[in-house]
């Protein structure tokens, strides 16, 4: 699979690339492009993720890595955004654009809550983010990692079905079991951990289809065979207002360790 990823990547950039920034100045815009065209699909793995950070009116946001900027528009009114992305190729949204993940622009113990939605299942070594999250964080604020489950169908459809069509391969390193001894091993306290189910909402299956041809950048299937296959892969309900593709995230909520440095 890696000779494969390798392979796919050296087609489309000329060069084999793994990090996250190498392949989101690949597919952001195709990303961007999906969120832009459906920007409320995704509206309860936002809330479900702003719901753990206990923020107050106010308070200072990290959003990491911040793609698009999707998630600012869901926060509680009076909150403070703070985006941090460092590919341009989303095209808007974030407000450090053009610098490298790491390390983070933000001073020590200067912001209330991080969140982290859907992105570091690209990172090969999460420490140094987990660390820097932690350094950023004022003591008593809030980390909630919202990432894939390495157990859930999600993560088997990301390396099934994803892989084999889109534009870069997709081989993910995803969270579990070990990822509270990881963020403790980085400065933080875990609160909680969890795998929450919910929808990505659509008024169509054909909108499903087309939202997640584009969001990963699918290049040798249709729109109509992705969303077959994940109605057998990872299942639709029919919801009040159109159809619900089940999504879950494993959402782990953190606090800084009072005795860090």
């Known amino acids: 699979m890696a000779e494969r990823k390798a392979s796919q990547l050296a087609l489309h950039a000329n060069a084999p690339a793994a990090s996250y920034e190498d392949l989101f100045q690949l597919r952001g815009a195709p990303y961007d492009s999906a969120m832009s065209r459906y920007p409320e699909a995704r509206r309860e793995e936002f809330l479900n993720t702003i719901a753990r950070a206990n923020l107050e009116a106010g308070a200072l946001v ?14 509680p009114q009076g909150c403070v955004w703070l985006g941090h992305e460092p590919c341009a190729s989303f095209g808007h949204g974030a407000t450090e654009l053009d610098r490298d993940l790491l390390p983070l622009p933000w001073p020590d113990a200067s912001v209330d809550a991080a969140l982290s939605i859907a992105g570091v299942h690209h990172l090969d070594d999460k420490l ?7 350094r950023v964080v004022k003591q008593g604020g809030r980390l909630v990692l919202a990432d894939v489950h390495e157990a859930s169908a999600v993560s088997r459809f990301l390396d099934g079905w994803v892989d084999r069509h889109n534009s870069t391969g997709h081989e993910g390193n995803y969270l579990g079991g070990h990822t509270p001894g990881e963020l403790r091993q980085a400065g933080w306290d875990v ?4 795998r929450v189910p919910f929808h990505w909402r659509f008024a169509s299956l054909a909108d499903m289809g087309e939202f997640a041809h584009s969001l990963f950048d699918l290049r040798t299937s249709s729109p109509a065979d992705t969303a077959r296959t994940i109605g057998a892969e990872l299942g639709v309900d029919t919801m009040a207002d159109g159809v619900g593709m089940r999504w879950e995230l494993y959402m782990v909520v953190a606090t800084p360790l009072a005795s860090r440095a």
Not at 62 to 75: F, H, R
Not at 128 to 134: G, I, K, R, S, V
């Open 191 to 194: 609160l909680s951990a969890e």
């Open 62 to 75: 990290a959003d990491v890595p911040a793609g698009g900027g999707y998630l600012a528009k869901y926060l």
């Open 128 to 134: 140094p983010l987990f660390a820097e999250l932690a």
